[in-house]
């Protein structure tokens, strides 16, 4: 078990910067997740941390320690790969004891050690199989198993899930997360999925061309997004977002609708941020906020999702609920003042009320 | 009339399927098992390429079995096929291995190593000979000369004429090895060596643990490919040894030759289908030895 951290850290591609200066310190035992879209950098960042590519400039702590010019080996890490780099010519106890080859322990300690990790994995009779005869989330635990077997200091998962179908997904999700909370290891997860984020991170990083946008734990970044980007990026469905300009009485939207608040140090162009589920049907009589005709209607069980054409743009709202407005019904929402986040337009970055 | 509307999609399927598969199956027919089948027929026979075919049975056979050069030229044929096979596969791995790792003018090392495979064999035998002639001709020779070391018999020595021989023939088809080799490490994906880096395993057990392993359908592939080549060897000993084709002595004779020479040379049409019966069993009885050993389990 150790901490991480990065200290300024860049990578250039020749003359390319990929990574511009990245800081951050992750404490002993927590689970961090980098997420972003692709090319954002989070990837780049968590090979930098295994070893598989050289710094540019900056430092990397391991437990204190700089591991710059340290081979990944003597990183004392272990590292799950997207597709799994489980070899398909050994047997499932070959791979997981892979990681073992240059340990110093005895036969027989190893072979226990293989088993320890196949029971704690629930896959010990499946130790003698080969991978071909595996299923996806097999395998990937087995990929789990082969950095497990080594004890490391640091996890560092290199988007382990992306290959599953949906509901396997959510099932590693799971184990992945009671895992952790079993052996208390130290983890560095990279994902562009925002739901694998939120629902596995201790805290999350949130990364845009190799800039860091925002570090929090899940609901600090979904209830106080540092700015437009992460506003967007967190959450299913998307925050809706309306400009609008700042006035004597408060924040003028596109439609004409106005929201009395003056957040501080507004510029002239505000946008506002309400997420799906803080919009809410206006009653009869009570004045609302956005007004347009339902234009698309997702059902999704317990919820439905209603798209709403509010003139140049669309909203979406989360409707509860049996009683639905129909296709083409004009429609008033609102949406409680404090739900309300609002972005400098210019600069993007999010205004404290 | 029953029309092609009325067909199911299955037997539409037959149709097509027959329409293109007629020409090579006509081809076949004509080009391949025609003339194999007639070749097994007349090695049962005695005939002098113009006379009249007379059936003599196993004659052709016994005579063979019994003919001492046929057993020299069986194990000349076979030393080919177990000093080059290997030989040739070490080498182009060694090659491709590195080469892999090579950037710099990489494009230009591939295609010096490939443009041997596309000299013409011929050419390419007679500028060995060259090489291997005695001083003041050959080069090699004259080499150790200028080095006062003493000449070196290569085609001249019945212990060395071989793996004189045997050296162009090996060098013309590393080009091809390597490009199969090279397309074969290059599919291996990249993260089974970072895998294998951040368990800290050593290089040599990469290579032998992963790499070769995992090269294993390239590899069957080569060692089947060049097998065959070796065992059917003919340009490069013909044109090294013009004078005494497969001398010194029968030293270099490979059972192709030997073929040639039976039915161009001696018109012993007969005998020389019969040589070529065996020489066709040996190809497709090592073929699928080599498929059977190196079969996936």
């Known amino acids: 078990m150790a901490t991480v951290a990065f200290k300024n850290l860049v990578k250039a591609y020749d003359k390319t910067e990929v990574l511009h200066g990245i800081n951050l310190e992750v404490a002993d035992g927590e689970f961090v997740v980098f997420v972003g879209p692709s090319g954002c950098g989070k990837s780049t960042t968590l090979r930098l941390l295994a070893g598989l590519e050289e710094i540019t400039s900056g430092d990397i702590l391991i437990g204190g320690r700089v591991v710059n010019n340290l081979e990944p080996k003597e990183r004392d890490i272990a590292m799950v790969f997207q597709n799994y780099a489980i070899y398909p010519h050994m047997s499932v106890r070959k791979n997981i004891g892979f990681g073992l080859r240059t340990a110093k322990m005895s036969k027989e300690d190893k072979e226990k050690r293989i088993e320890e990790v196949g029971a704690m994995l629930s896959m010990t009779e499946l130790l003698d199989r080969r991978p071909a005869q595996l299923s996806g989330g097999q395998r990937q635990r087995v990929a789990i198993g082969r950095a497990m077997v080594r004890d490391p200091a640091v996890f560092l998962f290199d988007e382990p899930l992306s290959n599953l179908d949906a509901q396997l997904r959510t099932q590693m999700r799971l184990e992945i997360k009671k895992l952790h909370q079993r052996v208390g290891t130290t983890i560095i997860f990279v994902t562009h999925d925002q739901v694998e984020a939120m629902t596995l991170a201790d805290r999350i990083v949130i990364m845009r061309d190799g800039h860091i946008q925002q570090v929090g734990t899940p609901t600090e970044v979904y209830r106080h997004p540092a700015n437009l980007f992460v506003a967007q990026f967190i959450g299913a469905p998307s925050m809706n977002l309306i400009p609008g300009k700042l006035v004597a009485k408060g924040i003028e939207l596109d439609g004409g609708a106005l929201v009395p608040v003056t957040p501080i140090g507004a510029s002239a162009n505000i946008t506002i941020g309400i997420r799906p589920n803080d919009l809410t049907l206006a009653e009869e009589g009570e004045p609302a906020l956005l007004e347009g005709q339902v234009s698309v209607i997702e059902p999704l069980g317990s919820e439905t999702l209603i798209y709403v054409d509010i003139g140049q743009r669309e909203v979406v709202a989360t409707v509860q609920g049996r009683i639905l407005p129909k296709l083409g019904e004009t429609v008033r929402l609102n949406a409680p003042q404090d739900e309300i986040h609002f972005f400098d337009s210019d600069t993007e970055i999010a205004l404290k009320v | ?297």
């Open chain 2, 1 to 297: 009339m029953l029309g092609y509307r009325s067909l199911s999609i299955k037997q539409k399927q037959v149709v097509w399927a027959w329409s293109f598969l007629a020409l090579p199956v006509l081809f076949y027919s004509v080009i391949r098992f025609y003339p194999t089948f007639g070749a097994i027929l007349l090695s049962f026979q005695e005939w002098n390429l113009l006379g009249s075919k007379s059936w003599i049975g196993l004659e052709n056979y016994q005579k063979l079995f019994a003919d001492p050069v046929f057993w020299k030229v069986f194990n000349n044929t076979f030393i080919y096929l177990l000093l080059g096979t290997p030989l040739s596969l070490l080498v182009s791995f060694i090659i491709a291995y590195n080469l892999d790792k090579v950037r710099f003018m990489h494009g230009t090392i591939r295609a010096l190593y490939f443009l041997p495979f596309m000299t013409s064999t011929v050419a390419m035998a007679w500028l060995w000979r060259w090489f291997y002639q005695p001083v003041p001709i050959g080069l090699s020779n004259n080499m150790l000369a200028a080095m006062s070391i003493p000449q070196f018999p290569f085609l001249k020595s019945t212990f060395w004429a071989l793996p004189s021989i045997l050296a162009p023939a090996v060098w013309a088809g590393l080009g091809f090895q390597v490009i199969i080799f090279m397309a074969g490490i290059r599919a291996i994906p990249t993260t089974y060596y970072e895998a294998a880096r951040i368990d800290g395993v050593s290089p040599w057990t990469i290579l032998w643990e992963i790499t070769l392993p995992l090269l294993k359908p390239t590899i069957v592939f080569l060692v089947v490919f060049s097998s065959i080549g070796f065992l059917r060897i003919f340009d490069q000993v013909f044109n090294m040894t013009t004078n005494d084709p497969g001398g010194p002595l029968n030293a270099t004779k490979p059972l192709v030759l030997m073929i040639y020479d039976t039915a161009f040379n001696s018109f012993d049409m007969g005998y020389a289908a019969a040589q070529t019966v065996v020489l066709f069993t040996v190809l497709l009885v090592v073929s699928l030895v080599q498929l059977r050993i190196m079969r996936d389990r």
